[in-house]
């Protein structure tokens, strides 16, 4: 049965429970404050960017920047 994730090396990149839950947090929380109206247009898209990027990597447990670091 194919959940529909990507499958990715077995320890290249992967992140613990602990790690996955706080970058989940982390990221919601930094995508919820950058969809408040903000004067400076370019920081708040770049929050929302940053906030998608550690909800995914929580919710995969993958983490594209660990994996290049360890090759």
């Given at each position: 049965?194919?959940?529909g994730l990507p499958a990715f090396p077995a320890h290249e990149g992967h992140i613990g429970m602990p790690e996955r839950f706080i970058?989940?947090?982390?990221?919601?929380?930094?995508?919820?404050?950058?969809?408040?109206?903000?004067?400076?247009?370019?920081?708040?898209?770049?929050?929302?960017?940053?906030?998608?990027?550690?909800?995914?990597?929580?919710?995969?447990?993958?983490?594209?920047?660990?994996?290049?670091?360890?090759?």
């Amino acid at each position: 049965m194919s959940t529909g994730l990507p499958a990715f090396p077995a320890h290249e990149g992967h992140i613990g429970m602990p790690e996955r839950f706080i970058s989940v947090a982390a990221g919601l929380a930094l995508a919820a404050t950058a969809a408040k109206p903000r004067p400076n247009v370019l920081l708040s898209i770049l929050a929302l960017g940053a906030g998608a990027f550690l909800a995914y990597r929580g919710a995969t447990g993958y983490c594209p920047a660990r994996a290049a670091l360890d090759a």
